[in-house]
């Protein structure tokens, strides 16, 4: 019970918090030459922001716009923070993100990245009011409680139970934060932009409208994100079915919930009169008849370009990365299955050339030297970008690193030996100039973070750049940048400046994508309609011709040339199915049958009020410290009872605003035997840690039931991770101190005898100090629709010795342990994976004993102060000695794709996936040769996802031990780790 108890505190508390409130602020390192981050804090009246002292512009205009939010939500809501929130914004991603949870406070990430891409986010009037506004709906929402779950509040602070709203399905969430975040009058937000609609458009078209319990638990169905899209649009359906008070009744009625999730029917029922089962038919009614008349017009267009037949059977994810050259066509086909590679199509034949993931941008030149922008996670908690090489005529065919947390997101040749490459610093667009050595200079820095830089490309004679450019609260449009070349010094790589900004168009619509043709028009995909088509603009006549009509959309044209006849090129883009995207191909004469139009037609702007023209009153700025942020908000009591013992007990925890400073605390008091279980868990970012626990476990060993001693353990350990670390931070030197003890105290005795003497039979009581190091490399990913690990290498090198710490403890051990293991991952053609490991260590003969046996691998995963290993279909410990070595062969397959939930019911589960394994293993003494034994089984996982958002994989095992004496059938169920 007192076990229960503990988990179920834990799960609450697990889903309490967001995914990615895992985002530490990134170590403070330097974010500029020779400047380290220095944070600091500012206040208003109803926040409190923590800011790097270099952004100190975007904290004070992120308070000015928070403010005015607060004003125009509290009165949806009914009801605000009963203390500040707390907002922090970042610099750490070259990505366009942020968070909020209501745990252990009130609490919004700002990302200062802004989106440049279109994939939905791009409809916003300022980025930073977007990202408040969707964040701070989050708050407002699940801050809403009343009657039994407000009095929880007041008693136990920020537990989840108290938080009925936190407890609802991501599409009610997220449904309303998009809902709100749209602004239909003024035209911006994701459901007044045209891919929402074109998503949806697509779902009603090809009659594939998600059920309910497909959107309460979405995981990995296309369309990804689906809970925001359904999300918000069943919002939309419920405001002008029922209108917005009604909503606002739903919310304050389940905020009263004292048994949350599972009261969902009864509350909207109670409000609206039909439930969630109810209302979700009529809700796919209103989408159909929403999108009738525009399906019913597009459904039969011709122009829609033929699909590019592909080998492989690949489902799209995203817009793919892609480029062209000539007659060539390079793209990254990343299926979500197998390894992404780089990609030639040319002659109607593709081609694989190369492996690499996370690539934001691709560029070829004439001499087919390959130039790409991944995104790289480093230890430190940032993800940037940087460039990549791949030159044509090297004797090693791999990529070669151009740049060191550059942050350049996008590229293009500018000619054979340079590029032009754009970044994002503290949410500022900036061009860049470099060499092929990686040498950068800087050609072109916004004024601030308002003019946000989007895709683009270089003229084919180097001489200007058409971008796509978003300006102060305007939309986005097609600009030309004129470049003029200049006289190289002798020690510079500066051959080109920008001499002045050009607008090209200035229309309401999304123009995005732009690629100049070698006649100097630009060939680009754009909304003009509502719907994104490809379109030709003639720089000189303004004429546009409109390439596609699409029944969904149409993006990332680009030209393949056809040398023979030019006006027989090819179009590839990428066009939006139901099933993701896949490419597609038009011929440039086709053109012909479409419309061609002025762009002065087109022409028209946003002008967007500023949402940060409130000027509030803010506090002077202060440095920042963690202490305000890290007391408790919140604890809660446990109780157990045993025929052994009666234990009460206790458990809190917290962090800090910049979620470096981590802890949690559970006490347990057993009166009747006058012992006390704790644990104690604390952590700096990612590099440090430190756990103590001490528990105990009640034994009866007389006819009379009474228990007559106790197994007790303690177990501390302090870890120091990336003392060094390089090659990506996939290989790093890790330290750490390990203090156990373990072993039996009598009620009117402890039993001291050695451990060592295997001849002793009585109760004794043992202790170990372990220090060591540890050197580790992994490479390991994991892909979309591939069960756990799919490809990499994993490695780990341990020396830990009780010697180190002698006169500071009382190890009852001496010498050192020297462990290791190897892991290769082998990805297979389709979601399948094969891998080998071995793992193996030795051990002084005056320290503890290496045991096998038994089918819990999680003992194996931490790095330090590891002495059983799991050889499955065997019992626990069943050989133990100092040496060790284990054998695997685990052959991963995936089964089904579940990915439902039982209707509005928080209960769901994901995918169903099959390992295979042999393990062949030994542990024996000096001098004596290993017996090894062989098992062999299937694990079937399953995931489940309780209450909406926890994910629970669930392993049931089946093992066969083959060694006639040890060996047997055993069967278990636990949680399913990766391979």
């Known amino acids: 019970m007192r076990i229960l108890a503990i988990l179920s505190v834990c799960i609450l508390q697990v889903?309490?918090?967001?995914?990615?409130?895992?985002?530490?602020?990134?170590w403070d390192k330097p974010i500029a030459e020779n400047a380290a981050t220095q944070w600091r804090v500012k206040e208003s009246e109803h926040f409190a922001i923590t800011y790097p002292e270099s952004n100190v512009l975007m904290a004070d205009k992120a308070l000015n716009i928070a403010e005015r939010v607060h004003l125009e939500l509290v009165p949806f809501f009914g009801q605000a923070p009963e203390q500040k929130t707390q907002m922090a914004l970042v610099d750490d991603f070259?990505?366009?993100?942020?968070?909020?949870?209501?745990?252990?406070?009130?609490?919004?990430?700002?990302?200062?990245?802004?989106?440049?891409?279109v994939e939905g986010l791009e409809v916003n009037d300022d980025w930073l009011h977007t990202l408040i506004r969707h964040e701070y709906v989050h708050v407002l929402h699940q801050q809403m409680a009343r009657g039994l779950p407000k009095a929880m509040r007041d008693v136990f602070g920020n537990i989840v139970l108290a938080f009925p709203h936190s407890m609802t399905p991501s599409f009610m969430l997220e449904g309303l934060a998009t809902y709100?975040?749209?602004?239909?009058?003024?035209?911006?937000?994701?459901?007044?932009?045209?891919?929402?609609?074109?998503?949806?458009?697509?779902?009603?078209?090809?009659?594939?409208?998600?059920?309910?319990?497909?959107?309460?638990?979405?995981?990995?169905?296309?369309?990804?994100?689906?809970?925001?899209?359904y999300g918000s649009y069943f919002y939309q359906f419920l405001a002008e079915t029922y209108g917005e008070k009604e909503i606002q009744h739903y919310l304050q009625k389940y905020s009263g919930e004292g048994i949350p999730a599972v009261m969902q029917n009864h509350s909207m029922s109670s409000v609206i009169g039909k439930d969630f089962d109810q209302l979700w038919e009529d809700y796919h009614q209103w989408l159909n008849t929403?999108?009738?008349?525009?399906?019913?017009?597009?459904?039969?267009?011709?122009?829609?370009?033929?699909?590019?037949?592909?080998?492989?059977?690949?489902?799209?994810?995203?817009?793919?990365?892609?480029?062209?050259?000539?007659?060539?066509?390079?793209?990254?086909?990343?299926?979500?299955?197998d390894n992404p590679k780089l990609t030639m199509y040319r002659d109607g034949k593709f081609a694989a050339l190369i492996d690499i993931n996370n690539v934001l941008a691709v560029d070829v030149n004439e001499q087919n030297d390959v130039v790409a922008s991944r995104i790289i996670t480093w230890a430190d908690g940032r993800s940037w970008a940087d460039l990549f090489l791949l030159t044509e005529g090297r004797a090693e065919k791999d990529w070669q690193t151009l740049t060191h947390k550059s942050?350049?997101?996008?590229?293009?040749?500018?000619?054979?030996?340079?590029?032009?490459?754009?970044?994002?610093?503290?949410?500022?667009?900036?061009?860049?100039?470099?060499?092929?050595?990686?040498?950068?200079?800087?050609?072109?820095?916004?004024?601030?973070?308002?003019?946000?830089?989007?895709?683009?490309?270089?003229?084919p004679k180097g001489d200007y750049l058409v971008v796509a450019v978003k300006r102060a609260l305007q939309g986005w449009n097609l600009e030309r940048i004129d470049l003029v070349k200049t006289e190289p010094a002798d020690d510079a790589i500066a051959f080109y400046s920008i001499k002045?900004?050009?607008?090209?168009?200035?229309?309401?619509?999304?123009?995005?994508?732009?690629?100049?043709?070698?006649?100097?028009?630009?060939?680009?995909?754009?909304?003009?309609?509502?719907?994104?088509?490809?379109?030709?603009?003639?720089?000189?006549?303004?004429?546009?011709?409109?390439?596609?009509?699409?029944?969904?959309?149409?993006?990332?044209?680009?030209?393949?040339?056809?040398?023979?006849?030019?006006?027989?090129?090819?179009?590839?883009?990428?066009?939006?199915?139901?099933d993701g995207f896949e490419f597609r191909s038009i011929e440039l004469d086709d053109a012909a049958d479409l419309s061609e139009f002025s762009l002065a037609d087109k022409q028209g702007q946003y002008n967007y009020p500023k949402p940060f023209s409130l000027n509030v009153e803010k506090s002077t700025s202060e440095a920042y410290s963690p202490w305000s942020s890290l007391k408790p908000s919140w604890w809660f009591p446990f109780y157990s009872a045993t025929p052994e013992a009666t234990q009460v007990g206790l458990t809190t925890g917290g962090s800090d605003v910049l979620a470096r400073h981590n802890y949690s605390l559970s006490l347990g008091i057993d009166w009747e035997n006058e012992l006390g279980d704790i644990s104690v868990q604390y952590g700096y970012d990612n590099r440090y840690q430190i756990n103590f626990q001490r528990s105990h476990d009640y034994v009866d060993v007389f006819d009379d039931r009474k228990p007559e001693y106790i197994v007790e353990q303690d177990r501390w350990i302090f870890a120091r991770n990336y003392i060094a670390n390089a090659y990506e931070d996939q290989l790093s030197l890790n330290a750490a101190i390990v203090v156990e003890r373990e072993g039996t105290v009598a009620r009117d005795d402890l039993f001291s005898v050695s451990c060592l003497d295997a001849n002793v039979k009585r109760h004794k009581t043992c202790e170990k100090t372990l220090a060591g190091l540890g050197l580790k490399f992994d490479s390991r990913e994991g892909y979309l629709n591939s069960p756990g690990f799919s490809a990499g290498r994993y490695f780990d090198l341990v020396y830990e010795s009780n010697d180190v710490l002698v006169g500071l403890s009382d190890s009852d051990y001496s010498g050192g342990i020297l462990q290791g293991q190897w892991q290769e991952i082998f990805d297979l053609p389709g979601k399948r994976s094969l891998s080998f490991q071995v793992i193996a260590a030795q051990a002084d003969k005056n320290n503890e004993a290496l045991t096998v046996g038994g089918d819990n691998r999680s003992a194996e995963l931490g790095l330090f102060g590891r002495d059983d290993f799991a050889l499955r279909g065997y019992a626990s410990s069943v050989q133990g000695g100092h040496n060790m070595n284990v054998n695997r062969i685990n052959y991963s397959q995936w089964l089904a794709r579940i990915d439902k939930g039982w209707g509005i019911w928080p209960i769901g589960a994901g995918d169903l996936s099959a390992n295979i394994y042999v393990d062949y293993g030994s542990a024996w003494q000096r001098g004596n040769s290993p017996e090894y034994l062989t098992g062999v089984g299937i694990d079937i996982n399953i995931e489940v996802v309780a209450f909406y958002n926890l994910m629970m994989p669930i392993r049931f095992s089946l093992a066969r031990g083959l060694d006639d004496e040890l060996g047997g059938n055993r069967a278990s169920i636990g949680i399913s780790l990766p391979y």
Do not use: C
């Not at 100039?433 to 004024?447: P, T």
């Not at 409109?546 to 066009?575: D, H, V, Y």
């Open 180 to 229: 709100l975040e749209t602004n239909n009058e003024l035209g911006y937000g994701r459901l007044q932009g045209s891919f929402y609609r074109m998503q949806m458009r697509t779902e009603v078209a090809a009659d594939r409208l998600k059920t309910l319990g497909d959107v309460a638990v979405p995981l990995r169905e296309l369309p990804l994100g689906m809970h925001y899209l």
């Open 15 to 26: 889903m309490s918090m967001p995914i990615s409130q895992a985002n530490f602020a990134a």
């Open 290 to 337: 929403t999108f009738a008349d525009q399906i019913k017009l597009l459904e039969n267009s011709t122009a829609q370009g033929d699909v590019l037949e592909i080998e492989n059977d690949r489902q799209g994810l995203f817009k793919d990365v892609s480029n062209s050259q000539g007659e060539r066509f390079y793209f990254i086909d990343n299926n979500g299955e």
């Open 500 to 578: 002045q900004w050009a607008q090209i168009t200035n229309t309401k619509a999304i123009e995005n994508s732009p690629q100049i043709l070698a006649d100097g028009r630009i060939l680009f995909s754009a909304d003009y309609d509502g719907i994104y088509n490809i379109f030709i603009l003639n720089q000189q006549s303004e004429k546009l011709i409109q390439l596609t009509n699409m029944l969904t959309g149409a993006f990332e044209p680009k030209l393949i040339s056809n040398a023979e006849n030019q006006r027989k090129s090819q179009i590839i883009f990428q066009a939006y199915t139901a």
């Open 407 to 459: 942050r350049l997101r996008n590229v293009r040749w500018l000619d054979s030996d340079r590029m032009i490459a754009s970044r994002k610093v503290k949410g500022i667009s900036e061009f860049v100039l470099l060499n092929k050595q990686g040498d950068l200079q800087s050609l072109w820095h916004g004024e601030d973070e308002t003019t946000v830089v989007g895709d683009f490309d270089v003229s």
């Open 94 to 117: 070259d990505f366009s993100n942020g968070w909020a949870t209501f745990f252990p406070y009130a609490q919004i990430r700002l990302f200062s990245s802004p989106p440049d891409s």
